[in-house]
């Protein structure tokens, strides 16, 4: 408060009942006079006030509205990562709240609450204000709370006692962990712990971020196991795809592993890409991929697009799912579209060499040998101008990197390669 307004919340938590008094006297100031006078919250609250202000809404409100039926939630709670790992580490926890006078939720990163455990007398005094399952208490429809302010900061966060916007949840503090998506770092949830006011004590604000962060392990286990089965599966459809460059994506869109033709086609052989996200490993790319949205419901798609100038590639995206069917990553196939004769065309012309004049071969034969020995010289000035490097050459020439080392063998060029 004052001098005091620091937004560490262990000042407030040291000696909660004189904060809540001075709290409630500004809170009445700025919900009359829209000012905070002498002495204001924390700026944490006082901004959070002032957003809850000009959205509109009512400081006198006394329920947070539904969002999510129940219907809803239980498919969530069965299928969600974030619903099953987080209602079995709820469950783990319930004993130690078990006698405080706290409940402990889940919520969503839309600030609906999932799932509900802690004493029975609390969840039903909580349950008159909708702090229950399919409650919504995102910060921008109820003001600052133990559920919506931590989503709305990216951070752990309390709200106490009259630190709340709204009337409603004023006899109550607030204490709120956010939960992070390990393979992407997006916040997919909140862990809450909600009691009395009059217990507010700063040892439940550590254990909140712990359970947040046993939630947190457990999602990040899975992905581990998830992406061990990814690149099961993936060693498995190089068979499949025996020519084509494969690239194995994460959900998110990170590149976990790729054959040799698709790491030459995304990264000219640069293994570090790994984990990193695609358009950033390769934005010629990004053209092809727009309209194939890295999404559950994506079945497949097909693009077909120029890169390069030479390059012509078709970009196709797989979905693959766990054993349990839940989406677990893609697939990217990338095929080269050999069009060699047009390609070379484009660069070059049919000049009869001199060696051939008068010759009594009939003029499919020598345009036949001429094509094939400009083409070849085609292969050798590219090479020379890539510095030999098989994979940037093919590229360039719109072949496949197998199709090169065939034409080279068959000049048996001496030029160096690697």
Known sequence: MGSENADPFAAILDAPVKANREIASAWERFVSTGDFGGRSPRNVIADSWRRCRDLGIDPEAVRAPSRLESGAIEKILHTAALGVVGCEILRSYEAILHGTGHVLVLADAKGRILHAAGQRGTREQLERINFMPGGMWAEEVVGPNGIGTPLKLGRPEVVLGTEHFCLGWQPWVCYGGPVRDPESGEIIGVIDITGPVRHAQSETMGLTVAIAQAVE????????????????????????????????????????????????????????????????????????????????????????????????????????????????????????????????????????????????????????????????????????????????????????????????KRAQSPLRTR
């Open 217 to 408: 392990q457990q999602l990040q286990l899975r992905e581990l196991l998830r992406r061990d089965h990814l690149h099961n599966r993936f060693l498995e459809l190089q068979h499949r795809w025996p020519g084509d460059g494969l690239v194995l994506l994460s959900r998110s869109g990170r590149v976990l592993d790729a054959n040799a033709a698709g790491l030459a086609t995304i990264s000219d052989g640069d293994a570090a890409i790994r984990n990193r996200r695609l358009v950033e490993v390769a934005p010629r790319l990004a053209p092809g991929l727009q309209g194939m949205r890295l999404h559950e419901h994506v079945l497949e798609g097909a693009l077909e697009r120029e890169i390069d100038g030479l390059e012509r590639l078709t970009l196709r995206l797989e979905v693959m799912r766990d054993d349990s069917g839940r989406l677990a990553g893609y697939l990217l196939i990338l095929r080269r579209k050999e069009t060699p004769s047009s390609a070379f065309a484009e660069h070059t012309r049919y000049v009869r060499p001199a060696e051939d004049a008068g010759s009594d071969r009939s003029p499919g034969d020598l345009a036949s040998r001429s094509l094939r020995e400009t083409e070849e010289e085609w292969i050798r000035q590219t090479l020379a101008q890539c510095g030999g490097e098989i994979s940037r050459a093919a590229r360039k020439l719109g072949i496949a990197r197998s199709t090169l080392y065939r034409r080279l």
